[in-house]
Nanobody
C-alpha cells in the first residue's frame, strides 16, 4: 500500500511564497506522473501542475510564471514552489501520483493541504 502525505500549506499574504511537498511512502514499485491539483470552495478540483517521470512539466495558465513543480525520485517526493501568490490561489491543494506495478496502475491522492492567501 502506498500513501501520499502533503505538507507546507498555510496562511500567506498576497505576493508571498509557499513551498508544498508531497512524499510517497509504503510499498513503492514505480511512480510515473506526479502532480498538484487544487479545489476552492464551491468550485471543481482543477489541475495546477504536472510533471512526468522524464521531467516534462505542464501548468495551468493561471499559475504559469509563478509556480514551479519539481520532483526528487530518490525521495519519491514532488514539490510545488508557489511565488507571487494571489487571493485567488486560496484552495485546498492535493497531491496526485500514478503508481505503476506489474499488472496494475493506481492513481493516488494525498489528504490535501490548505493554502490561504489573505492580508
Amino acid at each position: 500500500q502506498v500513501q501520499l502525505v502533503e505538507s507546507g500549506g498555510g496562511l500567506v499574504q498576497p505576493g508571498g511564497s509557499l513551498r508544498l511537498s508531497c512524499a510517497a511512502s509504503g510499498n513503492i514499485f514505480s511512480i510515473y506522473n506526479m502532480g498538484w491539483y487544487r479545489q476552492a470552495p464551491g468550485k471543481q478540483r482543477e489541475l495546477v501542475a504536472i510533471i512526468t517521470r522524464g521531467g516534462s512539466t505542464n501548468y495551468a495558465d493561471s499559475v504559469k510564471g509563478r509556480f514551479t513543480i519539481s520532483r526528487d525520485d530518490a525521495k519519491n517526493t514532488v514539490y510545488l514552489q508557489m511565488n507571487s501568490l494571489k487571493p485567488e490561489d486560496t484552495a485546498v491543494y492535493y497531491c496526485n501520483a500514478d503508481h505503476v506495478q506489474p499488472g496494475r496502475s493506481d492513481g493516488l491522492w494525498g489528504q490535501g493541504t490548505q493554502v490561504t492567501v489573505s492580508s
